[in-house]
T-cell receptor, first 115, second 115 residues
């Protein structure tokens, strides 16, 4: 079984500043994938970034980057130069390799970007 | 960019009635999923579907739920006798092939309200 914990329910950041969202997970598998999804008020689920557990290098996608600490089972998301459009709920998720590969989500964190 | 489409966007149904939620996955995708998000809670896996059969289902996916791919393009979730606690956002997702690194693409969701 896999679990994902997002212990911060809410965060707030000033526009143009940097914010880090925390996530820890637990899995018995050695090979798995980690994701951050964004859910704006419209409630779509939008993939922000993904990380393959066997890769040491942290994934980056424009203003979004992760700090993946495999031994600590930690997968935090850093948003640089925060924009008002980043205001959303952010979910951390994990999936195994293999055919089914369902996503297991954390409870999410509400991020508010202040003008 | 191809999208997963879900209809309707909002469904209001009387308790005890049957409801069918519809999804059109991305055309070359082979793996299909339904997830549920009760308001204010995390996204939960319901069921995965591949090669015209259920691959995996969660404890939530009991006998009142069923899925079908009736015509090679649509992917439906049927709830036979709805309960108040079925009120939630239901997301369909699809993935091109096996492999956990393949991201799941989500539809915009169907908001189901049971009265």
């Amino acid at each position: 079984a896999q679990t994902v914990t997002q212990s911060q329910p809410e965060m707030s950041v000033q526009e143009a500043e940097t914010v880090t969202l925390s996530c820890t997970y637990d899995t018995s598998e050695s090979n798995y994938y980690l994701f951050w999804y964004k859910q704006p008020p419209s409630r779509q689920m939008i993939l922000v970034i993904r990380q393959e557990a066997y890769k040491q290098q942290n994934a980056t996608e424009n203003r979004f980057s992760v700090n993946f600490q495999k031994a600590a089972k930690s997968f935090s998301l850093k948003i640089s130069d925060s924009q008002l459009g980043d205001t959303a709920m952010y979910f951390c998720a994990v999936s195994y390799t293999g055919a089914n590969s369902k996503l297991t989500f954390g409870k999410g964190i509400t991020l508010s970007v202040r003008p | 960019e191809p999208e997963v489409t879900q209809t309707p966007s909002h469904q209001v149904t009387q308790m005890g009635q049957e409801v069918i939620l519809r999804c059109v996955p991305i055309s070359n995708h082979l793996y299909f999923y339904w997830y549920r998000q009760i308001l204010g809670q995390k996204v939960e896996f319901l069921v995965s579907f591949y090669n015209n059969e259920i691959s995996e289902k969660s404890e939530i996916f009991d006998d009142q739920f069923s899925v079908e791919r009736p015509d090679g393009s649509n992917f439906t979730l049927k709830i036979r006798s709805t309960k108040l606690e079925d009120s939630a956002m239901y997301f369909c997702a699809s993935r091109q092939w096996a492999g956990g690194d393949q991201p799941q693409h989500f539809g915009d969701g169907t908001r189901l309200s049971i009265l």
